[in-house]
C-alpha cells in the first residue's frame, strides 16, 4: 500500500474515533457537529459508528477468503491459499471483535450479554465456521491438500450465509433492527434512520474500516510470504 | 426406450460420448450416466449388507440415545418444544456418526483409488449422495417412530407436516454430509472433524426443521408450515448444486 494511503487511513480512523466518542448527543442539534438524541439507545448509539463497520469488515473478509480459495482451485497456485488463510485470520480476529461490541452493547440496551436473536446466532455461526476452518486445516499435513479442501469447505460454508442474513431474521423473532415483528422493515437492509452528520460518520467509518482491513491483510500476506520463504530456505539446508 | 434414458449422458465436466467397445470390462466411464451412479448406489449397499457394520452400530446408537433420554426425562413432564430440539438432536447425531462412513470406509479399504480410476467423480457424487439419503430417511423414520411411541409426551397433531419435515430434514442432512464425508475422509483426525465442519453448515437447517416440528406439535395446518419446507428445499438444492461443482477437487485430490 502506497505511503500516503496509510497516512490517510491513519488520520480517517482517529477522526472517526473522536468523533464517535467525542461529539456531544443533544436533544435539539445547533451546530453540525452535535448528535440528535435517539430515545431508547441514548448515549449507547455511539457504538453503530463501530460495530457495525467492524461487523461489515468481517463479512469482508469471509468474502475475500472464499474468493481466494475458489481462485486456488481454479489455477491451483499457492498463493492463492496464502491469501485465503490471511484473510480468514484477519476475519477470526474482526469477528470476535464485532461479537465483544455486540455483546456489550447488547447488555447495556436488551439487559443481558447474549440473546440468541439471529443477527446474534449467526455471527456466532461466522466464528463457529472460522474455527472448524482452522481445525480442518490443522487436520492436514499436507500442504495442497490441506490448500484444496481449506478452499472447498470455505466454499460450502460461504453458500449457507445468505440463509443466515435473509432466511434467519424472516423466521426466527429478534431484537435487532430488520427482525421479525419489527414494524420499522423487515429484512437485511434497514432504512437509515439517522441524522445526517451521524450517518456521513457512520459510512466514513465504514468505508474507513474496510480500507484498514485491506491493510492489514496486505500486512498479513507479506508476512506470510516472508515465514513461507524462510521455510523454504530452511527445508533446502 | 428405457434403456435410452438411462444411458442419457447427464451434462458434466468433461461433456464427450461414451465409446462404444465390445468386452470392455475395466474401462473408465467419462461421461455421468444415471447407470453409473446406480452402480455407485447399489455398490454401497452391496458392501454395507456385507458387513451391516454401519446398519447395527447406527441402530444401536438410535436405540442407546432414546433410552438416555427417556430416562433424563423421568416422570416430568417436558414442552413440546424442548421435545422437538431432542428428537433434531438424535436424527443429527446419528447422521452424523453414521453419514462419514461411505467415504472414509472407502479410504480404509484402499478402494479409492480403482473407483476413481473407474468412474467419473460426478457418478460417484450422485450414487454416495443417494446411498446416503437412503440411509439416513431410513435411520430417521426408525428414530420419529420410535420418539412417538416411547415418548408420551410428544403429541403430533398434524402429522403431513410432520413426515414431510422429517423427509425434507434427511435430505437436507445428506446434501450436506455427503461433501463433508468427501472432505475429511482426506484429513487425519477423521472421527472428530465430522460433527465440528458439519454443524455451523447445517444449523440453519436444523433450526427449520425444529421449528416445522414445533408447528406439527401445536396442529398447524399444512400451509402454515409452506415457509419452512421452502427454506429446507433450497437449502438442500443449493448443497447439492454447490457440492456437484466442487466435488471433483475433493475426490481427486
Not at chain 1, 446466532?121 to 487436520?139: C, D, K, M, P, Q
Not at chain 2, 444411458?7 to 475395466?26: A, Q, V, Y
Not at chain 2, 454395507?48 to 433424563?72: G, P
Not at chain 2, 415457509?227 to 428445499?233: M, N, S
Request: charged share 15%; glycine share 4%.
Amino acid at each position: 500500500m502506497k505511503m500516503w494511503l496509510k497516512i490517510a487511513v491513519s488520520v480517517w480512523i482517529t477522526g472517526i474515533i473522536i468523533a464517535g466518542i467525542a461529539f456531544p448527543m443533544v436533544r435539539v442539534p445547533q451546530t453540525w457537529y452535535e448528535f440528535p438524541f435517539i430515545p431508547g439507545l441514548e448515549e449507547k448509539a455511539r457504538n453503530i459508528i463501530f460495530h457495525v463497520p467492524i461487523s461489515w469488515a468481517t463479512v469482508v473478509a469471509f468474502v475475500m477468503s472464499m474468493i481466494y480459495g475458489a481462485m486456488y482451485l481454479r489455477k491451483k497456485d499457492m498463493d492463492y491459499d496464502l491469501r485465503s488463510v490471511s484473510s480468514a485470520s484477519l476475519g477470526l480476529l474482526l469477528c470476535v471483535l464485532a461479537t465483544l461490541t455486540g455483546a456489550v452493547w447488547a447488555k447495556f440496551n436488551w439487559g443481558s450479554f447474549w440473546n440468541w436473536d439471529p443477527r446474534q446466532t449467526s455471527i456466532f455461526i461466522l466464528l463457529l465456521i472460522y474455527g472448524a476452518y482452522f481445525v480442518l486445516r490443522s487436520a492436514i499435513d499436507e500442504e495442497e491438500r490441506r490448500a484444496t479442501l481449506s478452499s472447498v469447505y470455505s466454499i460450502i460454508a460461504g453458500v449457507t450465509v445468505p440463509f443466515f442474513i435473509f432466511v434467519m431474521p424472516r423466521i426466527m423473532s429478534g431484537l435487532h433492527p430488520g427482525s421479525l415483528g419489527d414494524e420499522q422493515g423487515k429484512g437485511p437492509v434497514l432504512e437509515f434512520k439517522m441524522a445526517t452528520n451521524m450517518l456521513m460518520v457512520f459510512f466514513a467509518s465504514l468505508i474507513g474500516f474496510t480500507v484498514l482491513y485491506f491493510w492489514m491483510y496486505t500486512l498479513k500476506v507479506r508476512l506470510m510470504r516472508i515465514e513461507r520463504h524462510v521455510q523454504q530456505i530452511n527445508e533446502s539446508h | 426406450m428405457t434403456k435410452m434414458i438411462w444411458n442419457m449422458p447427464i451434462p458434466s465436466i468433461p461433456l464427450r460420448m461414451e465409446k462404444r467397445e465390445e468386452n470392455r470390462t475395466l474401462q473408465f466411464i467419462e461421461t455421468m450416466t444415471l447407470t453409473t451412479s446406480y452402480h455407485i448406489f447399489v455398490k454401497e449397499f452391496v458392501s454395507e449388507f456385507r458387513t451391516r457394520y454401519a446398519l447395527n452400530a447406527l441402530l444401536m446408537f438410535v436405540v442407546t440415545t432414546l433410552s438416555i433420554i427417556l430416562f433424563s426425562i423421568g416422570k416430568e413432564s417436558p414442552t413440546q418444544d424442548i421435545l422437538s430440539g431432542t428428537l433434531w438432536i438424535v436424527i443429527f447425531f446419528s447422521a452424523m456418526s453414521g453419514l462419514s462412513r461411505t467415504f472414509v470406509a472407502e479410504e480404509e479399504r484402499g478402494t479409492s483409488m480403482t473407483l476413481r480410476l473407474l468412474v467419473n467423480s460426478s457418478s460417484v457424487y450422485i450414487g454416495k449422495l443417494l446411498y446416503n439419503f437412503i440411509l439416513i430417511l431410513f435411520l430417521s423414520l426408525i428414530i420419529a417412530v420410535s420418539y412417538l411411541l416411547f415418548i408420551n409426551e410428544f403429541e403430533v397433531k398434524s402429522y403431513e407436516i410432520f413426515w414431510i419435515t422429517i423427509f425434507l430434514g434427511s435430505a437436507g442432512l445428506a446434501s450436506a454430509s455427503t461433501i463433508l464425508a468427501a472432505i475429511i475422509a482426506k484429513a487425519n483426525t477423521k472421527g472428530t472433524l465430522f460433527p465440528v465442519l458439519a454443524f455451523p453448515i447445517l444449523l440453519p437447517l436444523l433450526l427449520t426443521c425444529i421449528n416445522a416440528t414445533k408447528l406439527s406439535t401445536e396442529g398447524a395446518f399444512l400451509t402454515e408450515a409452506v415457509k419452512e419446507f421452502q427454506i429446507l428445499i433450497s437449502f438442500t438444492v443449493v448443497m447439492v448444486a454447490t457440492s456437484f461443482l466442487v466435488f471433483d477437487f475433493v475426490w481427486k485430490d
